[in-house]
């Protein structure tokens, strides 16, 4: 186990131009997987007794040039390639992805804005400020146990003029648009690939996108994605009479009313979905789909246990079963947002400048932004570097809780779990991410103090505080 992520932590280091910049990345994602709090990274300073000094030199580190979260996306996706088992559907890697928002008080730091939030939990507000992420996964694991092990999770919301100051070639994409363009970038590194998403992403937007990056690629990316209930789809176009303008389009179909008119067209299948069998009943078909667009999409009608849900594939000829299969995992990334933020606290960063605008709660729709009137050069590339460390945080924090499902994946039988960590119902044959942090923590000391031949322990070992020096110091 330690073997392998001494491997994957080695991989990284060509990502960084100078090595100093290297030994820190190793020290900040150790010290993500280990620490016992979320008070900042302070915390990794003393879940790893390093020098106390260190903290400068950290918070400098990520706003570092000698680094780019672009190269380490890169980099990371295909170490998940080499080393996880990666899910495919008719040699197709499945890619997830889905937005998360993330509350922040603070008003100098970038690309915080007012969040609506669409949920039934009583606890979570209707509108905070805060940031909003796109995440993009890949599915890794066998028929008893998956992760959807992150990859890309970046600002996809308030961050445009500040990505142009950097590349004035960039174009203002929303938040749908940019993860099927996240997406098709972690599909060229691992082979052609499914994207699985929710029904917000479903648009002609992203159609268009996909259609344009397809085009453009040797690599193949197809979409399966859940319909609105409202959804309209129509079919194909009558054959051409030689009389007027050749039609696009047949009669429109209201896809929620095929539920009643096809009824005894559906047919019934047993399922595993999320973890429970399940019969299914699911009516196949191909139908035209979007306003000017008119794309043949593949439409699967389900009902299960009262529900009736309408998923769509871009890929005409995918089994209508495995469609069914691939949209009951996409739920995997929301358990992986969640242990990202209780077991890693990926999303607990702190960085913010001065030379950011203060945040006005109050501002109205048409008002200009603030961060428009930002001008001078040196405040601009303050900004820059703070978006930059808030990025660059929690894609070290993906790196983090990703090791730590693949430690799940290939090395849960090795660990003793009752050692370490009471398990009320040890029924899975699979520990989760928090076991293996717990067993990481509980073992890290040991590891240093008798198998210092890794690299990586060099490295922590090199940081930390000087026994000698510590003593006499108290002394005095």
Request: glycine share 6%; hydrophobic share 40%; with cysteine.
């Amino acid at each position: 186990m330690w073997n392998l992520i001494d491997r994957i932590l080695s991989d990284f280091r060509n990502m960084f131009s100078r090595q100093a910049s290297y030994e820190w990345f190793v020290v900040i994602v150790m010290g993500l997987m280990v620490r016992t709090d979320s008070l900042g990274i302070t915390s990794i300073i003393r879940e790893l007794s390093l020098n106390y000094e260190s903290y400068t030199t950290m918070n400098h580190f990520f706003r570092s040039n000698s680094w780019q979260v672009e190269k380490l996306i890169t980099c990371w996706t295909k170490i998940i390639k080499d080393v996880a088992p990666i899910c495919k559907v008719d040699e197709y890697s499945i890619i997830i992805g889905d937005g998360v928002k993330q509350g922040k008080e603070s008003k100098k730091m970038p690309g915080v804005k007012r969040l609506h939030q669409e949920s039934e939990n009583v606890s979570k507000a209707e509108y905070i400020f805060g940031h909003m992420f796109g995440g993009i996964g890949i599915l890794a694991g066998n028929a008893k146990k998956k992760f959807c092990i992150p990859v890309s999770i970046r600002i996809h919301d308030g961050v445009s003029t500040i990505r142009k100051w950097v590349d004035s070639g960039a174009e203002k994409t929303s938040h749908v648009v940019q993860t099927i363009i996240d997406g098709y970038e972690v599909a060229k590194n691992i082979g052609s690939s499914i994207l699985v998403l929710d029904r917000y992403f479903l648009s002609v937007n992203s159609l268009t996108k996909l259609d344009e990056l397809n085009k453009d690629s040797d690599c193949k990316m197809e979409l399966v994605v859940k319909a609105k209930s409202s959804c309209v789809a129509y079919e194909d176009a009558p054959k051409y009479s030689g009389k007027g303008r050749k039609p696009k389009k047949g009669n429109s179909i209201k896809v929620l009313e095929m539920f009643k008119t096809k009824k005894i067209c559906f047919q019934k299948a047993t399922l595993n979905i999320y973890g429970k069998h399940k019969e299914v009943s699911y009516y196949c078909i191909n139908l035209l789909w979007g306003a000017k667009l008119y794309k043949k999409l593949r439409f699967v009608l389900v009902y299960y246990d009262g529900i009736k849900s309408i998923l769509v594939s871009t890929k005409l000829d995918l089994d209508p079963i495995k469609i069914i299969e691939l949209y009951s995992w996409r739920f995997k990334i929301e358990c992986t947002f969640r242990e990202l933020k209780q077991v890693i606290s990926g999303f607990n960063y702190h960085f913010w400048s001065k030379a950011m605008p203060k945040l006005n709660r109050y501002k109205k729709k048409n008002e200009p932004e603030a961060i428009d009137s930002v001008t001078e050069q040196n405040k601009k590339q303050l900004i820059v570097s703070t978006l930059k460390a808030i990025e660059g945080y929690v894609m070290f924090s993906s790196i983090a809780i990703g090791m730590l499902q693949i430690i799940s994946l290939l090395y849960s039988e090795k660990l003793n779990k009752s050692f370490f960590r009471y398990l009320r119902t040890p029924s899975n044959d699979f520990v989760s991410e928090a076991t293996v942090a717990t067993y990481i923590r509980k073992s890290i000391f040991s590891i240093i103090a008798f198998n210092g031949h890794f690299s990586i322990i060099k490295i922590i070992k090199k940081k930390q505080i000087n026994p000698s020096f510590h003593e006499e110091k108290e002394a005095s």
